[in-house]
Nanobody
Framework: QLQASGGGVVQVGGSLRLACTGS??????MGWFRQAPGKEREFVAG????????LYADSVKGRFTISRDSAKNTVYLQMNRVKPEDTAVYYC???????????????????WGQGTQVTVSS
């Protein structure tokens, strides 16, 4: 029910935009997580249904921006000034439960996309 797109190879310092569209239901909070080889999946950014509340991991704050178009049931992740450590498979996630309005917790999200690979090359 979540389809992610936009991954690819980008050079250090470059930009990339990920998109994730949901179907079948209306979601409350949506978010992005990532998982690098050999590491656990980690929170990247989350956004409330209205878009009025956002959360970011410290590692991406100031470089990444999460936004959403609720009419299209789509969430975006604008990635700027990327670094080699941003290389990972990026997963979009969504929750139906209304509370909390946005969350950093992996287990708060009920729906997951298939993942899209982002590789930052130097």
């Amino acid at each position: 029910q979540l389809q992610a797109s936009g991954g690819g190879v980008v050079q250090v310092g470059g930009s990339l935009r990920l998109a994730c569209t949901g179907s079948g239901r209306t979601f409350n909070a949506m978010g992005w997580f990532r998982q690098a080889p050999g590491k656990e999946r980690e929170f990247v950014a989350g956004i409330s249904r209205s878009g009025g509340s956002t959360l970011y991991a410290d590692s991406v704050k100031g470089r990444f921006t999460i936004s959403r178009d609720s009419a299209k049931n789509t969430v975006y992740l604008q990635m700027n000034r990327v670094k080699p450590e941003d290389t990972a498979v990026y997963y979009c996630a969504a929750k139906v439960a209304p509370l909390p309005p946005v969350s950093r917790q992996l287990n708060a999200y009920e729906y997951w996309g298939q993942g899209t690979q982002v590789t930052v090359s130097s």
